[in-house]
C-alpha cells in the first residue's frame, strides 16, 4: 500500500514538469484564476501542499509542551465531462514530523507517513453560480504504527455546496465517515463553512474553520479560523500561496490541540488523465 502511494504522489508531481498550455491559451487574468482556485469545485487541477505546526495542550503529563510538524500533499484532480459535470478526485497523503504520542506516563516524538484519505466526488453542472458535488469520503490504513495508524479503514458520504460571487466564495463542506474495517471505532462527523472574500489583485482572504464531532468519545473540536493568500504567476503557471491560523476553543481536555499555523503552496497543473474522460 506504501508503494502505490509514493506512485500516486509521484505521479501527481510530474503534473508540474508539464506545460501550462490549457491555461496559457485562455489568457486568463491572476484574478480570474484565484475566483477559480476558492472554488472547491473548480475545473483546474492543482497540488496542494501544506506544511503545518501545532501545538497541544491538556491534562495529561507535560501535555502543554508537545508540539508537532506535519506536511499533507493533497492533489485535486477534477474531471470535466461533456455535460458540463466534473468528477473530482482528492487523495491525502499526510507526513508527521516529531509528532506526540502518549507512552503511558510521558510523551515520545514520532515521524512518519499517516493514514491516506479520499474525496471522490461527482458534481453537475454549476448554475447561477451555484455548484453542488456529492459523493464518498474514504480513509485507508497506510500509516504507520509508531505514529498510531495504519489499523482502520473508514467510509461515508459527503457533501459540497460553493456559492460563487463577483468578489467572494461562501460555501460548507460536509462529511460523515464509519469505520469498515480494522480494529478501532470509528465515527465522526466533520464540517468545513468557508467564507472567501476576493478583493482583487489575486488576493483572498476569509475563514474556514473546521468543526469535528467524535460520537465514539462524544468530544468537539472546534477552531477559529482566519487566513490570506495571493495567486500569482511564475513561468506563465499560476500558484496560490496562504497562510492561516486555528486556534481551537473546544477540544479534548486530556490532549488536544491549541493552534496550528499552516501555510500552503499550490501550484496549477495541468491533469492529463482529464482526457481519459
Do not use: C
Amino acid at each position: 500500500m506504501k508503494k502505490i502511494i509514493y506512485i500516486t504522489m509521484l505521479g501527481a508531481l510530474s503534473f508540474s514538469a508539464l506545460s501550462f498550455n490549457a491555461l496559457s491559451a485562455e489568457k486568463q487574468s491572476t484574478d480570474e484564476v484565484a475566483k477559480e482556485l476558492a472554488n472547491p469545485t473548480s475545473a483546474l487541477a492543482s497540488l496542494h501542499f501544506k506544511f503545518q505546526t501545532k501545538a497541544f495542550t491538556g491534562d495529561l503529563p507535560n501535555a502543554d509542551d508537545q508540539q508537532s510538524n506535519s506536511i499533507l500533499f493533497q492533489p485535486s484532480m477534477p474531471f470535466p465531462l461533456d455535460s458540463g459535470a466534473k468528477i473530482l478526485f482528492r487523495p491525502a497523503i499526510p507526513f508527521y514530523i516529531d509528532t506526540p504520542v502518549f507512552m503511558g506516563t510521558d510523551f515520545s516524538d514520532e515521524s512518519g507517513i499517516g493514514d491516506s484519505s479520499i474525496d471522490l466526488m461527482y458534481s453537475p453542472k454549476a448554475k447561477d453560480g451555484v455548484s453542488h458535488a456529492f459523493g464518498a469520503y474514504i480513509t485507508l490504513p497506510t500509516g504507520d504504527e509508531k505514529v498510531g495508524q495504519g489499523e482502520t479503514t473508514t467510509l461515508g458520504p459527503e457533501y459540497y455546496y460553493v456559492k460563487m460571487a463577483q468578489d467572494s466564495a461562501v460555501g460548507i463542506l460536509a462529511f460523515h465517515h464509519w469505520d469498515i474495517a480494522g480494529d478501532i471505532k470509528v465515527s465522526q462527523s466533520t464540517s468545513q463553512v468557508f467564507l472567501v472574500a476576493l478583493p482583487g489583485g489575486g488576493w483572498n482572504y476569509g475563514t474556514q474553520p473546521t468543526f469535528t464531532y467524535d460520537w465514539e468519545n462524544e468530544q468537539w473540536t472546534v477552531p477559529l479560523n482566519f487566513n490570506v493568500g495571493r495567486t500569482v504567476q511564475w513561468n506563465e503557471r499560476p500558484w496560490k500561496l496562504s497562510v492561516e491560523l486555528d486556534y481551537y476553543v473546544e477540544k479534548n481536555e486530556d490532549f488536544g490541540p491549541d493552534w496550528m499555523l499552516t501555510f500552503r503552496i499550490s501550484p496549477v497543473v495541468e491533469n492529463v488523465m482529464a482526457s481519459w474522460f
